[in-house]
C-alpha cells in the first residue's frame, strides 16, 4: 500500500463517485477523504463537508490530514454554467485558486485539476484536434478551464508545483448522474434505456463528440498521476481521446440489446455549445509521454453500461 494522504475535492459528482472507491483501493480506505458541499449519498471512508471557495477551511483540512495529494474535481459544467456565467466563473477560479494556493503554501506533493475538450472553440481543427490547438472557448466554463490550465502551468513553472492534468471528453459511467454538461445525454440515454424507456435528446442525430468510458478515464488519471515527473512534458493539461460517436451510433448501439429502443431529437441550447468542441481528438502526446491507451470503443462501452445498469435497476 502507498504512503499518501489523498483530499478529493468534489467527491460526490460523477468523476468523484467512480474515483474514490479506486484510490481507496490502491491508497488505503484510511489515506483518502472525500470532500464535498454535501454528505454523499452512500458514505464509505472519510468524508468532510467543505466549501472549497472557503480557502480557511480547504487549509485546515489540508493540515489536519497531513495531505500530500489532492484532486480538484469541483467546478460548475459547460450547460449549467451558460446558465449562470458569473457564477460559474466565481465558483471555478475561486476554487481553483484556493487549491492552488494551499498546495504551494502547505508543500502538497501532487495535485490533479481536470480540463475539458470545452477548452477548445471556433479556431481549433474540429477532427483530430492537436495537443496544440488555439484555445478560444465559446462557453464560460471553457474559458475557466483554459484559465485553470496557464494558472496550473504557472504554479508549476514559478513554484515547482507537480499539478497534472487532462482533458477529458464526456464522460460516461453508470456509478451516478452527470452534473449539467452538455455530454450528459449520452449517461442519460442508458437510464432511459434500461428503463424500457424512449428517450429524448436534448443534441441533433447527427453530434459528433469525444466521449469516453469512466474506466478508462480512472485508469488514465491514475497512470499521469503514477508516471516519473520527468515523464510529463505538458503541464497546462494533455489531450486524451478514447471513441467519437453521434447520438445515432449511440442508439444504434444500444438497439443491438434492446431493438424497440427509440431516440427523439429535441435540440435546445446545448447544440451550440456541443457545435463549438472538437468532433474527435489527437492524443499522441499523451500516448508518447506516460503510454495512454484507451481500451474501451462504442460497442464494449455499450454491454458494460447495459450489464451494470440493468443490475442496478432490476
Ligand atoms: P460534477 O458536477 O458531477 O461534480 C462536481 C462536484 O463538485 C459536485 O459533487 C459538487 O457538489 C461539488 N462542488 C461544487 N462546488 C463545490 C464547492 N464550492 N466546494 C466543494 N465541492 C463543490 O462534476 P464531474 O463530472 O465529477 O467533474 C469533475 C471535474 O472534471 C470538473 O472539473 C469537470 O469540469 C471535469 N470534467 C468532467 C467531465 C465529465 O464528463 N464528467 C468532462 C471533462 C472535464
Ligand atoms: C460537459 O459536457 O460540460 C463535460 C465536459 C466535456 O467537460 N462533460
Redesign the pocket.
Known amino acids: 500500500m502507498k504512503r499518501e494522504t489523498i483530499l478529493v ?9 467512480a474515483l474514490l472507491p479506486r484510490l481507496q483501493a490502491l491508497y488505503g480506505t484510511d489515506s483518502v477523504i472525500g ?4 454528505q454523499p449519498a452512500q458514505k464509505s471512508g472519510i468524508f468532510e463537508l ?4 472557503k480557502a480557511d477551511a480547504l487549509a485546515e483540512l489540508v493540515q489536519r490530514y497531513g495531505v500530500t495529494q489532492i484532486y ?6 459547460s450547460a ?1 454554467g451558460e446558465t449562470d456565467p458569473l457564477g460559474a466563473w466565481n ?2 477560479m ?2 481553483l485558486l484556493n487549491v492552488l494556493e494551499v498546495a504551494r503554501i502547505h508543500q502538497v506533493r501532487k495535485l490533479f ?6 477548452a477548445f472553440g471556433e479556431h481549433a481543427p474540429k477532427f483530430e484536434t492537436p495537443q496544440t490547438a488555439s484555445l478560444d472557448p465559446a462557453t464560460v ?1 471553457g474559458i475557466s ?1 483554459v484559465a485553470a490550465e496557464n494558472w496550473s502551468l504557472y504554479y508549476h513553472k514559478r513554484y515547482g508545483l507537480d499539478v497534472r492534468s487532462l ?5 460516461i459511467s453508470y456509478q ?1 448522474m ?4 452538455t ?1 450528459d445525454y449520452a449517461v442519460a440515454i442508458f437510464h432511459a434505456a434500461v428503463q424500457g424507456q424512449p428517450f429524448e435528446c436534448f443534441l441533433a442525430e447527427d453530434t459528433l463528440l469525444p466521449m469516453m468510458y469512466m474506466d478508462d478515464a480512472l485508469r488514465a488519471t491514475l497512470e499521469l498521476m503514477e508516471a516519473p515527473e520527468n515523464r510529463i512534458s505538458v503541464r497546462t493539461s494533455y489531450n486524451l481521446a478514447g471513441m467519437s460517436f453521434t447520438p445515432a451510433e449511440l442508439t444504434a448501439s444500444i438497439q443491438t440489446y434492446f431493438p424497440d429502443f427509440t431516440t427523439r431529437y429535441v435540440p435546445d441550447f446545448r447544440q451550440a455549445i456541443a457545435d463549438s468542441w472538437p468532433r474527435t481528438i489527437d492524443d499522441t502526446v499523451a500516448r508518447n509521454d506516460w503510454g495512454w491507451q484507451p481500451e474501451f470503443d462504442l460497442p464494449r462501452m455499450t454491454q458494460e453500461m447495459i450489464t451494470q445498469l440493468s443490475t442496478i435497476y432490476q
Open positions: 475535492i468534489g467527491a460526490n459528482g460523477q468523476i468523484g463517485t470532500a464535498d458541499l454535501r467543505l466549501d472549497a471557495t480538484h474535481l469541483a467546478a460548475v459544467l449549467k465558483l471555478n475561486q476554487t485539476v481536470p480540463s475539458s475538450i470545452a466554463y478551464k482533458r477529458y471528453p464526456g464522460l451516478s452527470p452534473g449539467g454538461g455530454t
